[in-house]
């Protein structure tokens, strides 16, 4: 009796222990292989249909599972082809074997659920009081491609690019609007210095792996090229870092699979020398700003790709850097863009992010959607202390609009809501207690003149306030409700300028 009772409990113990086994394979595997290039994915931030027809396949692909449905060269052109085998994203042989892979499949697939819910908190907006609203025409062409906005304050101008390669200038005092030249590729940058102008091209806007992206400088009826083979440059700094009297160009390359932060340096002769600061893909800003209190600018960059995250480069002796990695972000979120402020005034810069691409593979109304504000200890040690849910989010300015003493905060929302909150496009958070982290929320509810995309801020009415203007792209990058998609395509609005009502 006593041997059939011990041989019962170890035939328990060796279904438990086979099982804890199991479990503990799936994972090792999970952590393994999605928490290897990034940090894992929450399973419950997708939901099931979302993993296993768009997620699990690319990273099947990236572990050398390549299956005729999802095969990364389906459709893409033999040069492509080529420089996406040259990247080495897409290994020739697999890195995993099938039943490892199958009980990943299956181990995500059982734990994903059906659905996500969307934000449940309800955040009601007052209509925009601190600013009045002015649209702006700026040509005769109906639906607007703006990919390139600055406020040009020193001849008080704004200046504009779009997809199909125009630059142009809108005077705010006499409402011309002037033709500056054609890149024939969508612009990401423009500065004027004198009768010379610099210009940044995108390339192909669209995914691509191909680098077809310049830094070109146009003066009068010559141009040369800076660099050029750039992979989908999206934002360009200006700044002598080193002090030497000649400005390094510094340039976030956004690329696809593969991307960086690049750095031009002058030399005597007025060519520029290529040097990689950051080999990773979705670099898209760049702030200068000494962090260390060295005497030397440093470089905060935000990488919105893979792997989602904030870097501080310290600024060494001959243009060489020190990088650490400050906030990491989960690879679903989409970070689109960060604001480096004081916001609770300790004399230590803080760093406000917004995430909410909604482009690519996992497209639907994602509650982690929002801004977020990163403070500081001062030490550049950054702690998330406040969360505002808004879906979509690509763009943040934060300043003191209304000269209260705190940071106000202005997004744009690409992937708005267009179910229940279609007018989120353009939100202002208007600060209430910055110590207890209280907005008012106000919003332009006018959902017709166009897709905002872009945003600046300056003084352009010279009463002393901080102004916007806002730039419409009118691009559908997902699914759009056909009367908004409609609106747009008629609209002639361009610019939306927001001017401050305080002084």
């Not at 020739?92 to 819910?117: C, F, H, M, R, T």
């Not at 109906?142 to 008080?156: A, M, P, Q, V």
Request: aromatic share 10%; with cysteine.
């Amino acid at each position: 009796m006593a041997s059939k009772s011990v041989f019962y409990f170890i035939l328990l113990c060796v279904i438990v222990s086979c099982n804890t086994e199991k479990r503990s394979r799936e994972v090792v595997l999970y952590e393994t292989y999605c928490a290897s290039c990034h940090i894992a994915p929450n399973i419950n931030d997708l939901p099931k249909d979302i993993w296993r027809d768009n997620i699990l396949p690319d990273m099947g692909a990236r572990l050398g599972i390549i299956t005729p449905e999802n095969h990364p060269y389906y459709k893409k052109s033999f040069d492509e082809q080529v420089a996406i085998i040259k990247s080495g994203i897409y290994p020739g042989k697999p890195l995993i074997n099938e039943q490892d892979w199958q009980l990943l499949v299956d181990y995500i697939i059982s734990l994903a659920p059906d659905s996500v819910v969307n934000n449940s908190m309800k955040i009601e907006n007052d209509k925009l009081s601190q600013f009045n609203t002015k649209p702006v025409t700026l040509d005769s062409i109906k639906g607007n491609l703006y990919t390139f906005l600055k406020i040009d304050t020193l001849r008080n101008q704004v200046l504009t690019g779009n997809r199909r390669g125009v630059l142009s200038s809108y005077n705010l005092n006499t409402g011309e609007n002037r033709y500056l030249g054609n890149t024939d590729m969508a612009i990401t940058d423009a500065r004027l210095i004198g009768d010379s102008i610099f210009v940044t091209t995108m390339g192909v806007m669209d995914p691509f792996e191909i680098p077809r992206g310049k830094t070109i400088l146009k003066s009068g009826s010559a141009t040369a090229i800076l660099q050029d083979s750039l992979h989908r440059p999206v934002h360009t700094l200006y700044i002598d870092l080193n002090k030497n009297g000649n400005e390094e160009i510094i340039i976030s390359e956004f690329g696809n699979l593969k991307g960086k932060l690049t750095l031009l340096e002058k030399d005597k002769y007025g060519f520029y020398k290529n040097t990689t600061l950051l080999n990773v893909p979705g670099t898209i800003r760049v702030i200068a700003k000494d962090m260390n209190a060295d005497g030397q600018e440093d470089l905060v960059v935000m990488a919105a790709q893979g792997d989602e995250a904030m870097y501080i480069l310290y600024q060494k002796e001959n243009l060489t850097f020190d990088t650490e990695k400050v906030i990491r972000f989960s690879p679903v979120y989409g970070s689109s863009w960060f604001e480096l402020v004081d916001y609770n005034g300790d004399g230590f810069d803080d760093i406000i992010t917004v995430n909410g691409d909604n482009a690519d593979k996992s497209i639907f109304n994602k509650p982690y959607h929002g801004m977020r504000i990163h403070i500081n200890d001062g030490k550049n040690n950054f702690t998330e202390t406040f969360f505002y849910p808004l879906n979509g989010a690509t763009r943040v300015i934060a300043n003191d609009f209304d000269e209260d003493g705190d940071i106000d905060i202005a997004l744009l929302a690409t992937f708005p809501d267009y179910e229940k909150h279609p007018d989120y496009n353009f939100v202002y958070l208007k600060n209430e207690d910055s110590d207890n982290y209280s907005f008012r929320s106000e919003h332009f509810a006018d959902i017709n003149l166009g897709r905002w995309f872009l945003m600046d801020a300056a003084d352009i009415d010279g009463d002393g306030d901080k102004d916007m203007v806002l730039s419409a792209l009118n691009y559908s990058f997902t699914k759009v409700p056909k009367d908004i998609k409609k609106a747009w395509d008629e609209s002639y609005t361009d610019l939306l300028i927001l001017e401050n009502k305080l002084h």
